[in-house]
């Protein structure tokens, strides 16, 4: 995808979120599984709205990802996206255990998100310090945006803070969009034809 040079950074970041919307929506629809499927369309919906109000609607003075609107691109984006992604996968099969297994799910995830070999390594990783190191995850997750998204490996204390706080809410939400009408074992159920 090939942007307008000329167009404002507001316009440009809102035509990026679109096109990413658009392009992991349509992977999630086809996934065969409709638990799968019904999860990873919610996330990029929820992805989407995310990326709107931090990147275009919070104009708070230590706003990480705003603060870097000059960097994005549609690299960024697609990374936002993606680490959104790994980051709801992970917390969901860590907290529904009996009903998820992360070797199940990420099959999925890596699909939909296209993940190159180094992108699933890093969700590997991400994943089993989740599992092991649970203290440490959400340090380690807010450390790895900043890496993985701007590339920058120093974080201000605020910027430290204001990601912690975008994963806490982004999670929150999209559980909360995600079985605000139909149940998590609902969802469940009717994946597996019961």
């Known amino acids: 995808m090939m942007l307008e040079l000329n167009l404002k950074k507001d316009e440009r970041c809102k035509v990026l979120i679109e096109y990413c919307k658009t392009y992991f929506l349509e992977r999630a629809y086809e996934l065969d599984n409709e638990f799968y499927s019904a999860f ?19 104009p708070m003075e230590h706003n990480y990802f705003r603060s870097n609107l000059n960097r ?15 980051y709801h996968t992970i917390r969901v099969v860590r907290r529904r255990k ?19 070999e180094s992108e699933k390594e890093m969700a590997e990783i991400l994943q089993r310090c989740a ?9 380690l997750f807010i450390k790895t945006t900043a890496r993985y998204i701007f590339g920058d490996k120093v974080l201000t204390a605020f910027s430290f803070a204001f990601i912690g706080n975008f994963w806490y809410n982004s999670y929150s939400s999209f559980m909360g969009s995600f079985t605000g009408y139909v ?9 597996m034809g019961q």
């Not at 990873?40 to 919070?58: G, H, I, K, P």
């Open 40 to 58: 990873y369309v919610q996330c990029a919906e929820s992805t989407a709205a995310d990326a709107y109000e931090t990147f275009l609607e919070t």
């Open 72 to 86: 994005l691109d549609e690299t960024v984006m697609v990374r936002f996206f993606k680490l959104v992604a790994i």
């Open 98 to 116: 009996k009903d998820l297994t992360w070797d199940n799910v990420k099959e999925a995830m890596f699909w939909v998100y296209d993940l190159d």
């Open 131 to 139: 599992f092991i190191y649970q203290a440490g995850f959400q340090d």
């Open 183 to 191: 149940p998590f074992h609902v969802r469940m159920e009717r994946a």
